[in-house]
T-cell receptor, first 114, second 117 residues
Framework: DGGITQSPKYLFRKEGQNVTLSCEQN?????MYWYRQDPGQGLRLIYYSQIVNDFQKGDIAEGYSVSREKKESFPLTVTSAQKNPTAFYLC?????????????FGNGTRLTVT | AQSVTQLGSHVSVSEGALVLLRCNYS??????LFWYVQYPNQGLQLLLKYTTGATLVKGINGFEAEFKKSETSFHLTKPSAHMSDAAEYFCAVSDLLGKTSYDKVIFGPGTSLSVIP
């Protein structure tokens, strides 16, 4: 079955360390996204990528970085510059550029920084 | 700017009762509309979507939603709640006035549905 795989499911880090969250999709989708989810705040867009080797900042990109070297992969690095990194991170993809193309989500990575 | 509101952050219904989750958007141009469901510690899953055509949209698991342009609403309903429906529900809008189709998908804050046996 096609889908999006996020790993690891739980991640613990010390403050000041960079950490990379993995996201792989086998849906052959062009577009990929990273969202952050905090209780009571819904989803906020961190970065998105329309095609390989191209990505754009979303609403809350500060303290995060991404790469898109392969169509299937869109890893997210949470840097030490992110002030409040503890959150649930969701990776998503969509088939094409159209507005009616729904998002397909992975099962998320819960990051805890202490 | 486009916004999405979901009235009621928590809704409780009895098993077998009607489920009604409310969603309103603010846009002069009717957007594309989506409902997603999220079970604990999982990602979001598409329930249904409205783009054009029939305003009553049927989705998975017996859910349906009706687009009402005059009320700028897209409420989600299910005639009879099941225990397995307990989850977080998100309304989302593709803002056709946005720069691209990507950075203008706006999510509501979510409604947590509890089903009482």
């Amino acid at each position: 079955d096609g889908g999006i795989t996020q790993s690891p499911k739980y991640l613990f880090r010390k403050e000041g360390q960079n950490v990379t969250l993995s996201c792989e999709q086998n849906l052959n989708h062009d577009a990929m996204y990273w969202y952050r989810q905090d209780p009571g705040q819904g989803l906020r867009l961190i970065y998105y990528s329309q095609i390989v080797n191209d990505f754009q900042k979303g609403d809350i990109a500060e303290g995060y970085s991404v790469s898109r070297e392969k169509k299937e992969s869109f890893p997210l690095t949470v840097t030490s510059a992110q002030k409040n990194p503890t959150a649930f991170y969701l990776c998503a993809s969509s088939m094409d550029y159209s507005y009616n193309s729904p998002l397909h989500f992975g099962n998320g990575t819960r990051l805890t920084v202490t | 700017a486009q916004s999405v509101t979901q009235l009621g952050s928590h809704v409780s219904v009895s098993e077998g009762a009607l489920v009604l989750l409310r969603c309103n958007y603010s846009s002069s141009v009717p957007p594309y509309l989506f409902w997603y469901v999220q079970y604990p510690n999982q990602g979001l899953q598409l329930l249904l979507k409205y783009t054009t055509g029939a305003t009553l949209v049927k989705g998975i698991n017996g859910f349906e939603a009706e687009f009402k342009k005059s009320e700028t609403s897209f409420h989600l309903t299910k005639p009879s709640a099941h225990m397995s429906d307990a989850a977080e529900y998100f309304c989302a809008v593709s803002d056709l006035l946005g720069k691209t189709s990507y950075d203008k998908v706006i999510f509501g804050p979510g409604t947590s549905l509890s089903v009482i046996p």
